[in-house]
């Protein structure tokens, strides 16, 4: 499963689980386009973790709900690195806001960043994605795609909407041998405390206290963490994974099915 | 006994046949009428004269339901008239043919201004009231399209998508409240192999085979499907998504698709 050589993009690559895939993908000699808006300080330290991990990478600030912006950085990463293999659509805004507390401009800003954001970067990726014969879209949606959250409507009409837009990109793009799928995460630790994934805890090693901690919500012993996603995306990016597509795999720690 | 005596129904797009149909079903069941119409009622002129000869009261509003000041406005409008709304029936659907490839900004905007922020909005501000006056019912009409994708109008699919969470959500969040949210995936009726016609998916070729019946769905069926989401009966159902396609979406590469009689060909 060779990514050597292969080119990236990934949106919202200063945190979290953008940061947790690029650094999956590092590791197997892609190089990364970091994609951020605010989290400056965070995209630099993943192009430092890109770099010690025998890779490279470059720094690209850019809105995703801005077209031109999203052009310019298309462009810049295939002028650096030769091209553009892969495109992880990840950035996110969330709210945390209930039906009656959310405004308008809320709304809008969440919609035009989780979804018209995933459309625009899909849409200016496909010139260079053409070119790459076998090209890769990969969504980073939620297990809140089809499970509400209670917490943030918008947030999850939004990953409604990345559902059926991973789905017509994929037998709209197929023409040209890119695939186009859908992750779901469920709860994911990020931030300091993922660097370091905890093992899973065999079923008949789970205590009380682990139990008691959310083992009944992860039966397999713990939350999600960034590199889970990263490990998944390196499999939907590879060679390997070219009959699938329009697919969505929900990768929780069976935490839906509790 | 009319089941609607006197309850108050808002339906988003009164001018679109799915509008017309479902207001006809509530004010033969006794409803009152706001109808939310594009042309400021001149197209549904002659339906609002009939309901009215019948003993229904009606009023004709006229927004486009994209600002939350528009979407204030009319529920005040409502109020005004009738001191209350007890069923939001959301039925806008705009189709828009365009691929992902050429879709411009503008576009995709007005798409999911149409087709979703009219639900989120109306589902905010008419379900607070609902909500406030203790318990209602909101229905959204939408598609088989926020599962299939079209290949010729992503944006109607997503926006529908987007629709379907909020369904969820607001089933949730209104359900506390005592308003259920529902909605149906409307499946093939008369022209939807001109609205979806794509050079990517077969779907809606000879799409009456694809229905195990060949009998394409009709907004009378969408009507009395809305009439029975609204009413006591249906109490139970919260946050559902009904799939009502005679079958349509069940085929895997059309194995035993039947031959159109010519009696199913009109």
Known sequence: MSLEGKVALITGAGTGIGKGISKVLAERGVRIGINYNSSEDGARDTLEQVRALGSDGILLKANVADKAQVETMMKTLAEQFGGIDILVNNSAAQKNLGLMDYDEAGYDLVMSVNLMGYFLCSQASLPYLKEAKGGRIINVSSVHGKRPTDFDVVYAMTKGGIKMLTRECAIEFAKYGITVNTIEPGAVQIGTKSGKPRPIVPADKVVDEHRRRGGRKFPLGRSGIPSDIGYLVAYLASEESEFISGAAIRADGVSMLM | ?266
């Open chain 2, 1 to 266: 006994m009319l089941k609607l005596k006197d309850r108050v129904a808002f339906i988003s797009d009164a001018d679109h046949p799915s509008g017309r149909a479902i207001a006809k079903k509530l004010a033969d069941e006794g409803a009152r009428l706001v109808l939310n119409s594009r042309s400021n009622g001149a197209s549904i002129a002659g339906d609002v004269a009939s309901y009215e000869k019948a003993g229904a009261e009606v009023l004709v509003t006229s927004s486009a339901l994209v600002t939350t000041e528009a979407v204030v406005s009319v529920l005040g409008e409502c109020v005004a008239k009738f001191s209350r709304v007890d069923m939001l029936i959301h039925n806008h659907n705009v189709v828009t043919k365009m691929d992902i490839e050429h879709c411009d900004e503008e576009t995709f905007k007005r798409a999911l201004d149409e087709n979703t922020k009219t639900a989120f909005l109306c589902t905010q501000i008419f379900g607070k009231q609902m909500g406030d006056i203790g318990g209602g019912q909101v229905v959204y009409v939408s598609s088989i399209h926020d599962e299939k994708p079209t290949g010729s109008a992503f944006l109607y699919s997503i926006a529908k998508g987007a629709v379907k969470m909020l369904c969820r959500e607001a089933a949730l969040d209104l359900g506390r409240r005592d308003v259920r949210v529902n909605l149906i995936e409307l499946g093939p009726v008369e022209g939807d192999n001109e609205r979806f016609a794509s050079e990517i998916s077969d779907l809606y070729l000879d799409y009456q085979t694809r229905i195990p019946s060949t009998h394409l769905g009709t907004y009378e069926d969408v009507a009395n499907l809305v009439w029975f989401l609204v009413i006591d009966e249906s109490r139970f159902l919260n946050g559902a998504d009904i799939r009502m396609d005679g079958g349509f979406t069940l085929h895997y590469m059309d194995h035993k698709m039947r031959k159109l009689t010519d009696a199913a060909r009109g």
